[in-house]
């Protein structure tokens, strides 16, 4: 479960590269930015560099966040629709709804082409 940020001070390992842990918290993150309503093709980008001073595609925002790290204690992602760690459990668990309904979706439409195709 991604509600707990303390992934955001783990970004590099002992080598100074990037950590698995890290760029996964980063998907999460822009999974959730730009589910919110408000958000289009760009959000606030959160790096450290740009402090939510600047817009930035996926991308770009991940590239960025990558590179610098977060602001300085953005544990709770208040810009980007987070007032709580409930928003962020209430965005996995719709999100996991939603990964059943396409896979029901997917199943349906293969048995609709087995049948169609009279196999």
């Known amino acids: 479960m991604m509600d707990d940020h303390s992934w955001i001070d783990r970004?590099?390992?002992d080598r100074g590269f990037?950590?698995?842990?890290?760029k996964e918290g980063?998907?999460?993150f822009l999974r959730f930015a730009?589910?919110?309503?408000?958000?289009?093709?760009?959000?606030?980008c959160p790096s450290s560099k740009c402090k939510c001073r600047k817009w930035g595609n996926p991308e770009v925002v991940s590239v960025h966040l990558c590179k610098h790290g977060f602001m300085n204690n953005y544990y709770t992602w208040y810009v980007h629709g987070e007032?709580?760690?409930?928003?962020?459990?209430?965005?996995e668990r719709e999100s996991s709804n939603m990964e059943?309904?396409?896979?029901?979706?997917d199943a349906l439409y293969h048995?609709?082409?087995?049948d169609a195709m009279g196999a």
């Open 26 to 28: 980063v998907q999460f």
């Open 83 to 91: 007032t709580s760690s409930n928003t962020i459990r209430n965005f």
């Open 11 to 13: 970004r590099v390992d």
């Open 111 to 114: 048995e609709m082409v087995v």
């Open 18 to 22: 990037v950590t698995d842990e890290f």
């Open 34 to 44: 730009f589910s919110r309503p408000k958000a289009k093709s760009e959000i606030k």
């Open 100 to 105: 059943f309904v396409r896979n029901e979706i």
